[in-house]
Every structure is written in structure tokens, then in C-alpha cells.
């Protein structure tokens, strides 16, 4: 059996060796680093690839969270509404920004922001809702634009995890997550559903005005060079990323189909055992079915355990070569860096759980059925004793 990894990023470029390093060579050659012609056809092709008006690379996912909420014109002590149970760039952005984070619960489902709670949460301050597409399942988009449309808020998609998932409408029209807000970002981090080999980012919206003053946000503020016409930050996608990116990007419905056929795997391996609960994946017209839908991307494989030691678990598992995640150890309401006397513990009910509860198992393209035989029975080794 080959050895089991949570990213087997070696066994994805030999796929594609042949493509990415004739184009990585051509950059180099050419010496077209930054903002090369390489970087626009990355672009183009992802824009059409999620069928939004414009992308604008950056240098990584939370400078793209960072430069959306700029381009809105955000101004500090507005008010923005994100997850509590989410990685802490989310939040981190918001602080940096001096906007105030509020922070809110998830679903005990699908661990995506809960609808109510926002709604509890909005006060004549709030300004914008940061939904997060956790684990690569979309947040219920379509509650969330009418929050936002009812009081006049601006929603920005943090798709870091998300990318290639659609979202169905009631009405049964799709949409790509990144592409139903005012505007998204994304991380092209290496372990990402489409990730480089290095950092890199995006930011997506339909909003023309907005994409122009974006676009002078990442340069400098420079939309002719040396006149700076906007505050800007220094945040540029180079071309040897974009040309790794370039090459994935034709592959990244089968790499998420991949991840899909694994999570079947694993949720028969697991399936009605009273201790595990598998992932929850269903919107407005999914069938549920990994097989048939396309709803859930799974960036993560993520378990919720009852009745089990999951630290425990963990250690068994690593003690056995297998290596596995908490995501989410500790609240970011709880974190230093965020605590904040307005928090009620009794407001985050579900995150303080989950914390509790969840582990993530080995999830990307290359997993095969050896690995995940082998991975399932240590884990139900473990709890079934």
C-alpha cells in the first residue's frame, strides 16, 4: 500500500508533469513574472470556467478576503457577520481592517453559518455577512442575499474551501459558490481543491465598477503606473502560479469528482454505525447522492464522533501512519486575539460541540480503495474496541 498522506500533492503533479513543467519553463525563459501574459489567461479561463464577470488574481486567499472588503469601502466599526467555527483568516481580515467581527453559530449539519443567527446578529452597524463555504459544501446562499437585500448588506463569499461546488437555487437554477454575493475570494493554497505550488488567491465578482477598483487595490492603487489613484497593497498572483494553475484547472471537475467517489467509500464504510455521523451534503435540489450531485466538494472528509475519545482517536490514527485533522480545535470566539465581552457562550451552542467532536480524514485525488479500506477499519478499530 503506498503511504497514506491528507494531500498527495507528489501523486497529482505526476499527472500532470508533462503539462506543468514545459509551462513553468516558458516562464522562466520569458521572464514574465509578474502580471505576464500567463497570469491574464489564467484569468480569462477562470472566469469562464465559474461564469463570473471578472477574476482578479492576487497573492494569496486572505489578501483576497482583505481586498474585497477594501474595494466595498468598508469603514471602521462597521459591523460584519462571519462563522465562529471556520479557519481564523476569515476573521482576521476584519480585525486587520478595524472593522468588528461578529461572530456567529453554524449549523449542526452541514457546519456552514446558520441563517438565524445571522439574523439575530444584525444590528443598525452591520455592514457586510461573510458566509464561508466550509469543507467545500456551499452556505445556504439563497436565505442569506435575502438577509442581505432586506437590510442592504453586502455579502462577500469566502470560497477558500469551496471552488467547483455549485449551489442550487430553489428554482433549480445553479450557480458556482464564488459567484451569488457581491463579491468572493479564494486561496489557491497547495492543498486546496485547485491549489498552486505556492500561495495564491483570487477575487470574483459581476460588479463592474467594483472589479476596477479592485484591480487598483492589488497594484498599488495604480491604474497607470505611478499614479496612485486608490490605497492599495501589494498583492499579485506571479506567472509560475498561474501557470500551475492554468494546468489544473481543466482537471478540477475530475479532482473533485475524486474526492466525491472517496467520500462514497467512506460513508459506506461508516454508514449507520451509532457513533459517526458522515458528512451532511444537500441543498435545494440535490439529490444528496456524491455519486449524482455535485453540491459538496469535500475539501475536507470531516467525521462528528459520539461517545468517542477523538483525541484519542487522533494519536491511534497517526500511531498507525494515518494522518488526520481537527478543524476546528478552539471557537474564534475564544481565541485571544478575538475575545470580545458582547460574546454569550450561550449563543455558540453548536461551534463549542463541534470542537469538540470532529475529526477529518485523509481527502484528495489520489486516494484509492487500499487506503481507504485501511483507514476506515482503524478508525471503527478504535471506536468498536
Keep these: 500500500m503506498k503511504k497514506i498522506q491528507m494531500v498527495d500533492l507528489k501523486g497529482q503533479y505526476a499527472a500532470i508533469k508533462d503539462v506543468v513543467d514545459p509551462a513553468i519553463q516558458e516562464v522562466i525563459e520569458t521572464t514574465a513574472f509578474i502580471n505576464g501574459p500567463k497570469v491574464h489567461e489564467f484569468q480569462k479561463n477562470l472566469e469562464n470556467y465559474l461564469g463570473v464577470k471578472h477574476v482578479i488574481p492576487c497573492a494569496n486567499g486572505t489578501d483576497a478576503l482583505q481586498i474585497a472588503m477594501m474595494g466595498l469601502g468598508l469603514k471602521p466599526g462597521d459591523e460584519v457577520i462571519t462563522a465562529d ?16 467581527p461578529v461572530l456567529v453559530d453554524v449549523n449542526p ?16 452597524k452591520t455592514k457586510a455577512i461573510v458566509p464561508v463555504h466550509l469543507f467545500g459544501q456551499a452556505a445556504d446562499m439563497e436565505s ?5 437585500n432586506e437590510h442592504n448588506l453586502y455579502v462577500i463569499e469566502d470560497n477558500a474551501q469551496g471552488i467547483g461546488a455549485n449551489y442550487t437555487f430553489s428554482n433549480g437554477n445553479k450557480a458556482k459558490t464564488g459567484t451569488i454575493g457581491h463579491v468572493a475570494s479564494t ?14 488567491g483570487a477575487i470574483f465578482t459581476n460588479d463592474d465598477d467594483l472589479a476596477h477598483i479592485i484591480r487598483g487595490i492589488v497594484n498599488h492603487g495604480m491604474y497607470e503606473r505611478y499614479h496612485h489613484d486608490v490605497v492599495g497593497v501589494n498583492s499579485r498572483l506571479d506567472s509560475i502560479q498561474a501557470v500551475v494553475l492554468d494546468a489544473k484547472l481543466p482537471h478540477l471537475d475530475t479532482y473533485n469528482k475524486a474526492r466525491q467517489k472517496a467520500a462514497s467509500k467512506y460513508d459506506k464504510a461508516f454508514q449507520n454505525h451509532p457513533k459517526i455521523e458522515t458528512p451532511f451534503r444537500k441543498s435545494n435540489g440535490c439529490s444528496g447522492n456524491c455519486d449524482t450531485c455535485d453540491c459538496h466538494v ?19 490514527l497517526n500511531a498507525n501512519d494515518i494522518p488526520c485533522g481537527v478543524y476546528y480545535p478552539i471557537p474564534l470566539h475564544k481565541q485571544k486575539a478575538y475575545l470580545d465581552e458582547r460574546y454569550n457562550e450561550a449563543d455558540f451552542t453548536v461551534t463549542n460541540q463541534l470542537v469538540k467532536e470532529v ?6 485525488t489520489e486516494l484509492d480503495d487500499e487506503q481507504i479500506d485501511f483507514i476506515t477499519s482503524k478508525v471503527l478499530e478504535f471506536i468498536d474496541g
Design 359 to 364: 475529526v477529518s480524514l485523509p481527502m484528495h
Design 187 to 200: 486561496s489557491f493554497f497547495p492543498s486546496k481543491n485547485l491549489g498552486c505550488y505556492g500561495d495564491g
Design 85 to 100: 467555527f471556520t479557519f481564523a483568516a476569515t476573521v482576521e481580515v476584519i480585525a486587520l481592517l478595524q472593522l468588528t
Design 144 to 148: 442569506i442575499m435575502e438577509i442581505a
Design 109 to 124: 449539519d452541514d457546519f456552514n453559518i446558520s441563517v438565524e443567527a445571522i439574523k439575530k446578529a444584525i444590528t443598525p
Design 298 to 316: 469535500f475539501h475536507q472528509y470531516t467525521l462528528k464522533l459520539s461517545g468517542v475519545d477523538r483525541d484519542g482517536l487522533v494519536k491511534f
